[in-house]
């Protein structure tokens, strides 16, 4: 699976400035995922001279996969066992037959 190094600005300007993220972009693509956690590490921000100390500037950097991971391997089919039917076996005693009617 490949790793791609994903780079966001920060900044704000100001005591009170919100702060604002920039548009990711692309670093680098790398084969291992502690390749990129690497070259994460190396990333480093120069501040421009003549910046105030009141602008602050900083990146996010993330480390994700390029692909979405494979989809785990199919377990062989399990079989299913149906047990064999029982006679069903009512729960009360049948009804007494209707009492027979005398003829006059």
């Not at 009360?92 to 003829?103: G, I, N, S, V």
Request: charged share 10%.
């Amino acid at each position: 699976m490949l790793w791609i190094l994903l780079v966001y600005v920060v900044a704000s300007n100001g005591y009170t400035g919100t702060p604002a993220l920039a548009p990711g972009y692309r670093g680098a693509t790398f084969a291992t995922k502690a390749d990129c956690l690497a070259a994460a590490r190396e990333v480093a921000s120069v501040a421009s001279p003549g910046m105030d100390d009141i602008a602050k500037t900083g990146l996010v950097l993330v480390c994700t996969p390029t692909q979405p991971p494979p989809p785990p391997e199919a377990a062989p089919p399990v079989e299913v066992i149906t047990p064999a039917p029982q006679p069903v076996q009512p729960s009360f005693p049948p009804m007494p037959p209707p009492p027979k009617r005398l003829r006059h």
